[in-house]
Every structure is written in C-alpha cells, then in structure tokens.
C-alpha cells in the first residue's frame, strides 16, 4: 500500500494539462493501485486524478458505490476518458482532495456518456447519471488542468468552507456551522 502525496491548491501543478497513456504495462497497473490507496485515505473520497498526485497521464478513478442509494458502476478506472454525450444540468456541492478546505456549487451535465480504456487498455464506456456522472466530470477536469473552483459562477455565493471537525484548538466559532 501507497498513500502518494496530494497537490493542494494553489500548486501550479494542478494546472497542467495531462497527456494520453499509451503504454499498459505493469508500471501503469501499479501507480493506479497507489492512486487508489490514496483515493481510500482521503475521507470520503468519491474519486481521484493523476494529476492530484503529480503525474500528468490521463487517468482517473471514480468510485461513488460508498454513498447510499446512488445509480453507480462500482469502482471504475478510466484511462484517456472522454465524454461523448451530454444531456441536461444540475447544480450540486463538491469537495476536491487537493482544495481540502472548501466546498463549492458547481452545475454539470445530468447525465454523460464516457468513453475510456481500462487499465488494461480495453475499450469502454458507461452511461453516468447524478453523483456519479458529477464525479467524472470534475475528475475528468482534472486532467486538463481545471479544478472546481473554475467553475463556479461567483466565488461570493457558490464557495463554502468546511466545518472542522478536529485537531485545532483554535476553530473559529463563527466558522463551525457554513457548510449546507
Ligand atoms: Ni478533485
């Protein structure tokens, strides 16, 4: 097991645009497993780029089966992921590993279809809709160097910051209740 070190915001990192893989070998195999493990110690986490953890290659997982009664594939991983459909929009919060602090209301398309290769360089894709089609999205963005703090529509209205929850003697009271 794994845990990389994620990229916060503001790293210039973050902002790079992410090339295709072309080689499925071992190599890759494992950097995803470590990009899993790193994925499953972040609390809660639904999903987790490459580019997060500082290599700049086109894969993504997405994995929101954790969260109840939500339309889901299970774990997925998308290597070169492509939305090829869009239908509908909807407005939904989101967190993000790498802008720990905050939380934000960002509109997605309702519903994507995704096409990718496995890990193993297979052809593939699935139909998303809601939390999971959100997921993907804002992992998708990643790759081309866009978190979603991008994408919200006015910084003032759509950003919140998390509550915290622990460690720090010095919350500040007013605030411990923003977050919806
Ligand atoms: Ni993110």
New binding site residues.
């Given amino acids: 097991m794994a845990v990389l070190e994620i990229l916060t915001y503001p790293d210039e990192r973050l902002k790079l645009t992410s090339d295709p893989v072309e080689r499925f070998d071992q190599r890759l195999l494992s950097f995803i497993r470590d990009m899993e493990d790193t994925m499953r110690a972040g609390p809660g986490s639904v999903?987790?780029?490459a580019s997060?953890v500082g290599r700049n290659i086109r894969v993504v997982i997405v994995d929101v089966s954790g969260k109840p009664d939500i339309k889901n594939h299970g774990k997925l991983t998308l290597v070169n992921p492509e939305i090829i459909q869009w239908d509908g929009l909807a407005v939904g919060r989101?967190?993000?590993?790498?802008?720990p602090d905050y939380t934000g209301n960002v509109i997605r398309a309702e519903k994507i279809v995704v096409k990718a290769q496995d890990e193993t360089g297979g052809q593939c894709e699935y139909e998303m809709e809601g939390f999971e089609a959100r997921a993907a999205q804002?992992?998708i963005?990643?790759l081309d160097g866009l978190?979603?703090l991008d994408r919200l529509v006015s910084r003032r209205n759509d950003l919140f910051r998390r509550k915290v929850y622990k460690r720090s003697k010095h919350v500040n009271p007013g605030e411990s209740n923003q977050e919806g």
């Fill in positions: 999903g987790i780029a997060q989101e967190g993000c590993l790498s802008v804002h992992e963005d990643h978190l979603f």
